[in-house]
């Protein structure tokens, strides 16, 4: 496994923008799946975006496409969220995961991400 730490978080008003950032404790940039979930108060967590590899693309959930981008500096081992236009309800603890292996489509599953960094709380007032 691969220890995971983000930071970025905090308290923005609607429509404002965050860049939250997930470093990682070894290079990932070519043997890991990265991917971003978040948990909302009383909700069950829910998958924001995945990159399979540096240089592949990256998918998004839904909710966040055309808003939110996901991105990675290698030289750094750290992946970066670019959330713009937030909304009260992108309200939540964001969470950064990571994934040995190379896959052919994007992990969008909590299940199969076996490390987890600890999560940045993002609140957005209104």
């Known amino acids: 496994q691969v220890q995971l730490v983000e930071s970025g978080g905090g308290l923005v008003q609607a429509g404002n923008s965050l860049r939250l950032s997930c470093t990682a404790s070894r290079r990932t940039s070519s043997t890991y799946a990265m991917g971003w979930f978040r948990q909302a108060p009383g909700k069950e967590r829910e998958y924001v975006a995945c990159n399979i590899r540096s240089g592949s693309s990256t998918y998004y959930a839904d909710s966040v496409k055309g808003r939110f981008t996901m991105s990675r500096d290698n030289a750094k081992n750290t992946v970066y969220l670019q959330m713009n236009s937030l909304q009260p309800e992108d309200t939540a603890v964001y969470y950064c995961?990571?994934?040995?292996?190379?896959?052919?489509?994007?992990?969008?599953?909590?299940?199969?991400?076996?490390?987890w960094g600890q999560g940045t709380q993002v609140t957005v007032s209104s």
């Open positions: 995961a990571a994934k040995l292996g190379f896959f052919a489509r994007p992990l969008t599953r909590i299940h199969e991400y076996d490390s």
